[in-house]
């Protein structure tokens, strides 16, 4: 009873009808295994009392207390998760690394009659795929950069290229941030973990033989980092870029950012923070800004002021070839599906 992960592509696992994470609440937000369902067999509270029990009294009276636990909710995810299961069907079960949360659950899974395996080394056998890939290898697709300054709509390019079959990966929709101090969503950051596992999944989907077009980024989105794989290829690949007038990108900005702007409050928290970067006296400029409802003179002053700023430095240690210079008289929908077509023909000629 016993299975070995020995590649991430989607068809792994194909041969099971669930894959079921034993792991704590906690563990599995963290980070799990694509396509999984948390089935804990401890809670965060339970598994934190056993391992006290383990280090402070003795290991013994841990696994006696912890196998009472797992027997109750073992029980109760049999008569509620698992209760329309028919005799045929087969789950693979985990834990961290494949110890006696998982082999306690598939045991009992199995003594049912159900035919069960246990992923042998548990998560840390999917996660040592993870970084392999991510980090030890090299990366076996080829990037095209969408570069430009704040505003030019890339991420809207990318999607429009991925409506008109064109490949590409949305790094920023991954990390669940805009790549700004501004850009954070309503919904938090994936952890970094996570963010590892949505791009390794992304990854595959792709094909290798074909370019993939991805915004030019900075190595790190929010809080979390582009791994290192990733990272070096991205460094290399050859960008197209993207100009637009301050104006344009105003406009779009302030569409773009629309969710923000409905928290004025939540949006001078964040103008705050750019007071270590910008004069107190331009930051209290925008506050009022925003106060009054100026959003375009905001978003333009913001990016004549900082982010401009900010790309300028950031492009002079890159040594991308560049494909092409678009101009984007507008960003509207009707420029974005336009400027997207522009890259596809250029990708067609690589």
Partial sequence: MGFTLDHLRRDALAKFDTVIDVRSPAEFA???????????????????????????????????????????????HIETELADKEGG??????????????GSFASILSQIGWRTDVLEG?????????????????????????????G???????HSLNEQGAQMLDLEGLANHRGSLLGAMRDEQ?????????LAQALLELDPSKPIVAEAESSKIGERL??????????SAPRIDIAASLQVRAQFLTRDYADVLEDPAHMAERLDKLRALCSHARVEQWLAYLGEGK??????????????????????????????TLKADGLEPRHIEGLARQVADLLDQL
């Fill in 30 to 76: 963290e980070d799990h295994v694509p396509g999984a369902i948390n089935l804990p067999v401890m809670s965060n509270e339970e598994r934190a009392k056993i391992g006290t029990i383990y280090v402070q009294q003795s290991p013994f009276l841990a696994r006696k207390l912890g196998a009472a636990i797992v027997a109750r909710n073992a029980a109760r």
């Fill in 89 to 102: 069907w087969q789950p693979l079960v985990y834990c961290w690394r494949g110890g006696q949360r998982s």
């Fill in 122 to 150: 548990g998560y840390r056998a999917y996660r040592t795929q993870v970084v392999r890939m991510l980090y030890e290898d090299a990366l076996r697709y080829r990037f095209v950069l969408l570069d430009g300054n704040t």
């Fill in 152 to 158: 030019s709509g890339k991420t809207a390019i990318l």
């Fill in 190 to 198: 994936p952890s970094q973990k996570m963010f590892e596992t949505r």
């Fill in 226 to 235: 582009i791994p290192a794989s990733v990272w070096k290829a991205m460094r």
């Fill in 295 to 324: 959003h375009e003179k905001l978003a333009a002053e913001l990016m004549e002021h900082h982010y401009d700023r900010g790309y300028e430095r950031s492009r002079e240690g890159r040594d991308n070839t560049v494909l092409a």
